[in-house]
């Protein structure tokens, strides 16, 4: 299986995202809205061949252009600045982010036609993330 592209995704579940953000050192105001947030995840080709992986909510959206396996700078949703790294893995895209203001964090998300599923993972803690088909 490869990566599904140009199909959107919406949040459907959420396990322990909260402690996730914590370990990043994200405060209370920005945790509570990304617990509410129910964002659209889309993964795109540009036209030089880049991935973009976009992420949408009423909140706030974000944007992210890369290729495979090389090094680029990220401001995150939650504004940090990262260094990151996203390789794949059969279906999956394994995305890196490093910071000298908190440890690394990995994010494995694996795409599905009938889900996209996120592992974040900082610190010994997990976060899965469930995110279903828009049509």
Do not use: W
């Amino acid at each position: 299986m490869s990566l599904i592209f140009n199909k959107k995704y919406k949040l459907d579940t959420s396990e322990n995202f909260d402690e996730y953000m914590k370990a990043l050192g994200v405060g209370l105001v920005k945790r509570t809205l990304g617990n509410t947030a129910t964002p659209i995840v889309e993964l795109t080709k540009n036209n030089e061949g880049k991935l973009v992986l976009t992420s949408n909510s009423i909140m706030k959206n974000s944007s992210i252009e890369f290729n495979l396996n090389e090094e680029f700078i990220e401001e995150t949703i939650d504004n940090r600045k990262v260094t990151s790294i996203i390789s794949q893995d059969g279906n999956k895209l394994v995305h890196v982010q490093k910071s000298d203001k908190h440890s690394d964090t990995t994010i494995v998300r694996e795409f599905k036609p009938d889900e996209l599923k996120m592992i974040l993972t900082i610190d010994g803690i997990t976060c899965t993330r469930i995110y279903k088909p828009v049509d």
